[in-house]
């Protein structure tokens, strides 16, 4: 056959089946792949038409060309194949393919008597692209349409071959020398072949796109019954709203389905709307109308789903807000169809309307309060102004401390304050600030600092800061954190430095004459001790002395000299005890005692003291006691010494008539009674204004009165100061020349009267119950002063006690290591070793673990009580000793050590 016919058929039966497959492309529905088989088939043809003799020159350019488009085709077939079947397309393998063979085929196109190598290469790319098409075809073949896939594999599969056959006979037997003679034989045979593998691949490649239409087209089919099943049962089970199947047909809206569920929401039977769709669209309001409408019309351009919320008025004419959803398919037959469903949300849509009302009153009042804040925002502005002015008036520092990066912003009167001006302290770094602090004082603020942010939140310190001409202030720095990060930690902190100098310097002075003061008070207190001391050890000896004298036997007129004496001593022993108590009460030092006692025994204590100058004078004195509770618990000890001050004061200002004591209770609960004590006289009275001062220090009604009858002025002071004590008070009424009465409260514990602890009643006075019992029991008195020893020592021995005496601690010590004592009477101060620390010798040795010790001295502090306690002694007998006082205590303390 000749060349020239069989290339311009191959041409023209190449370029016809491109323009079958491109009117295909334009017609009708095709799918990803089918434009690159038709750009692949016009590729073929294209080469193909350069193939016909004389249609080109042979130039190296045509030659190249025409054999790339042919390559080309296959190449694009193949990827439309790749394409359509759903591969993922490798862009780079692709282009290094087709530069590859234009990279071999153009090489060989330079010299035109090379046709053998450009046969084989052209035949060896052929085959390649044609297997590869082969394999990607069946290696995902659709069943529904597999006989077409393999009508496409077989027709390349054959060309292919072929081209592998031809590559075979070109190189056994390469005679050719041009492309038109290559065309001869084998070659003819080749060519034909290639002319119907364009064409039944062309035809094949329409019928494999066809059949994935029909195939998606019964899908859909099947797909169409599953979803009407399905809306079906949907439709059925939906509790508040319905669904439907819902298509424009001609424009007009048909129901195809709609369930039961409308029945409940607008009242209708569902063959109603589905005979007759109006029916339904008739209840929208207008507005909802026409956003349906819109709605639709988007919904059937795009094939968008449709979403809306549609207000109906039912025939009752309540309002029904329904949700409506619907997806748009397009049919067979081209129309649009909707599968939907509408929920009623008009209970949904009640409570919105109720949010929207409470978010409008919710606005209100956010606007509300979004004015008022700015109204704080403005006061706190103004505000923040004040507190400037306010600080700069002050001069007082402020600071800002930025703890994360150790910066601080202070303000110009925290400059002034140290001497700086404001701008060498502008960037004041926290390493500054530690500089400034005084050395002794660095690692406490800082710690403390630390500490108090982080746990407190704030921080009150005071120390001292330097100033920038050298010296030092003291500051008052108050601070408190303002912002934490997310794990709690301070982040900064803001607050103020007050300068504190003048303050300080104040403070030291009050300090000194603080310091002043109460070495002058100890001073006077050490005066008055040994004043005390040094009086009450020769008092001690007079009345001693005074004593032992009256007990030998005297006659009136030495009786009645020895009583003056007497009266005389313990006049100057009340003034001491006045003084030293005052001192007490103004250094603060006087304590209460805590023991019960017996109430008519203080009564009657206190009587028998001042019993004997009345019965002189010739006064009647009485006790009224019976409404008073018996045992209690108290100091015995001061309420004796106010009743005697009382009866003491009666007595010398009473000179006729007489003097009474009467008590009552004024209050009283479970454990205390409030006592009211009145000792009223027939003296010589007062006036107002002098019943007004009577209580204070230093003070008698009038000068005349000291004169006339003594006295230091202090006892109704000393008595007020230990009422007050007791939670009481003192009092007087009285008139001039008609008497007074003065009174006193207290409150006392109540003590029951079989309570062990509650003093029981001497039957027989203290002197003679020592003689019968205990006459004979051996004493150790240790007394360094000779007039003492021998008064003490002529009363014990008057009792019948064997006494054995030590002139120092020492000596005492040693005794106790040799001999037994049954009591030992203890001096406080003597030489060589003093009684406190010969009491705590003694102790040591275990025989006297239990030995009653008994302080004898003229200290009369409460803290030389507590010194003789602490050592280890039982008791303390006051100088001067009253004999009586002596014996009570030395029988008590006999009677415990049986």
């Not at 669209?281 to 968008?304: K, Q, V, W």
Request: proline share 3%; hydrophobic share 40%.
């Amino acid at each position: 056959m000749d060349s020239s016919i069989l290339l311009s058929t191959n041409a023209l039966l190449s370029m016809a089946a491109a323009v079958v497959m491109f009117v295909v492309l334009l017609t009708r529905k095709t799918y990803p792949g089918f434009g690159f088989w038709v750009a692949g088939i016009l590729g073929l043809a294209l080469g193909a038409a350069m193939l016909i003799p004389g249609a080109l020159p042979g130039t190296w350019l045509v030659r190249v060309a025409r054999n790339a488009l042919l390559i080309g085709g296959l190449g694009l077939i193949l990827h439309g194949m790749l394409v359509f079947r759903g591969y993922r397309i490798h862009h780079r393998l692709e282009a290094l393919i087709g530069l590859s063979f234009l990279a071999a085929f153009g090489y060989y196109s330079l010299d035109p008597n090379d046709l053998d190598a450009r046969i084989v290469i052209y035949c060896l790319y052929a085959s390649a692209l044609s297997f590869a098409t082969v394999a990607v075809t069946l290696r995902r073949q659709q069943a529904d349409f597999g006989s077409n896939d393999a009508l496409l594999a077989l027709w390349l599969t054959v060309y292919g071959l072929l081209s592998l056959a031809r590559i075979g006979l070109q190189l056994a037997s390469p005679t050719s020398q041009t492309a038109f003679e290559a065309l001869h034989g084998f070659g003819t045979f080749y060519a034909m072949v290639q002319i119907l593998t364009v064409q039944l691949v062309t035809l094949t490649l329409i019928s494999i796109n066809s059949q994935r239409i029909e195939w998606e087209y019964r899908s859909s089919e099947a797909s169409l019954r599953e979803s009407d099943e399905r809306l079906r049962s949907i439709g059925d089970n939906v509790p508040d709203g319905f669904v439907y199947r819902y298509e424009l047909v001609e424009g007009q809206p048909r129901f195809d389905y709609i369930s039961a569920g409308i029945e409940k929401t607008h009242g209708l039977k569902p063959a109603e709307v589905l005979g007759d769709a109006q029916r339904l669209f008739s209840m929208l309001t207008p507005e909802s109308r026409n956003h349906y409408l819109e709605g639709e019309a988007i919904s059937a351009r795009d094939l968008s789903v449709y979403s809306g919320t549609l207000l109906f008025t039912r025939a009752d004419g309540r309002p029904l807000w329904l949700h409506v959803q619907s997806r748009p398919h397009r049919r067979t037959d081209g129309a649009i169809a909707w599968d939907g469903v509408a929920i009623d949300i008009t209970e949904h849509k009640k409570a919105e309307l109720e949010l929207a009302h409470y978010n409008a009153r919710l606005e209100g009042l956010i606007e509300e309060r979004t004015q008022a804040l700015s109204q704080a925002m403005a006061q706190q502005a103004r505000d923040r102004e004040r507190l400037e002015y306010a600080l700069d008036a002050t001069h007082d520092g402020l600071w800002d401390w930025d703890l994360q990066h150790g910066v601080s912003y202070v303000n110009q009167a925290y400059a002034r304050m140290l001497g700086y001006a404001p701008d060498e302290l502008s960037n004041n770094t926290h390493d500054h600030w530690i500089a400034l602090l005084h050395p002794d004082e660095r690692e406490s603020v800082l710690s403390q600092t630390r500490l108090l942010l982080e746990t407190a939140g704030s921080y009150e310190l005071e120390f001292r800061m330097l100033c920038k001409d050298g010296h030092y202030k003291w500051v008052l720095s108050r601070g408190k954190v303002v912002s934490h990060d997310q794990h709690g930690r301070p982040l900064r902190a803001v607050g103020t430095h007050i300068d504190l100098t003048v303050r300080k310097e104040l403070e030291l002075k009050l300090r000194e004459t603080k310091d002043a003061a109460e070495a002058a008070n100890q001073a006077k207190s050490s005066f008055l001790a040994n004043m005390s001391h040094e009086i009450r050890t020769p008092l001690n000896g007079i009345l001693g002395m005074g004593s032992l004298l009256r007990r030998t036997g005297v006659t009136d007129q030495q009786a009645a000299y020895l009583s003056k004496m007497e009266a005389s001593g313990r006049h100057l022993l009340t003034v001491i005890n006045d003084i030293l108590d005052l001192s007490k009460i103004e250094a603060g030092k006087m304590e209460l005692e805590e023991k019960p006692f017996a109430l008519a025994h203080v009564l009657r204590a206190a009587v028998e003291v001042v019993e004997s100058r009345a019965e002189m004078k010739g006064l009647h004195l009485s006790v009224e006691d019976s409404a008073l509770p018996q045992a209690l618990y108290g100091d015995p000890t001061r309420l004796t010494q106010i009743l005697v001050n009382y009866l003491s004061n009666a007595v010398k200002f009473t000179e006729e008539g007489q003097i009474e004591l009467t008590g009552r209770v004024m209050e009283e609960n479970d454990h205390a009674c409030l006592l009211r004590f009145e000792v009223r006289d027939t003296g010589i009275g007062m006036t107002d204004e002098q019943c007004a001062r009577v209580f204070n220090a230093f003070e008698q009604a009038d000068s005349s009165t000291t004169r006339k009858y003594g006295g230091t002025g202090l006892g109704l002071a000393i008595t007020k100061r230990i009422a007050q004590m007791m939670g009481g008070t003192v009092g007087v009424s009285s008139a001039s020349g008609q008497g007074s009465t003065f009174w006193l409260t207290a409150w006392l514990q109540k003590l029951s009267v079989t309570d062990d602890a509650a003093p029981q009643p001497q039957d027989e006075d203290a002197e003679a119950t020592l003689r019968r019992e205990f006459g004979g029991c051996k004493l150790l008195l240790t007394e360094d002063e000779p007039v003492n020893r021998e008064v003490a020592l002529a009363l014990l021995e008057e009792v019948g006690l064997e006494v054995d005496i030590a002139g120092t601690g020492l000596e005492a010590l040693t005794m106790t290591d040799k001999n037994d004592y049954a009591v030992i009477l203890m001096d406080m101060q003597m030489p060589v070793m003093d009684g406190v620390a010969a009491t705590r010798a003694i102790r040591a040795n275990p025989r006297y673990k239990d030995v009653p010790i008994l302080a004898m001295t003229a200290n009369a502090f409460s803290q030389d009580r507590r010194s003789c306690i602490d050592a280890g002694m039982n008791d303390f007998i006051s100088k001067p000793v009253e004999p009586s006082i002596m014996y009570s205590t030395l029988l008590t303390w006999l009677k415990n050590s049986r």
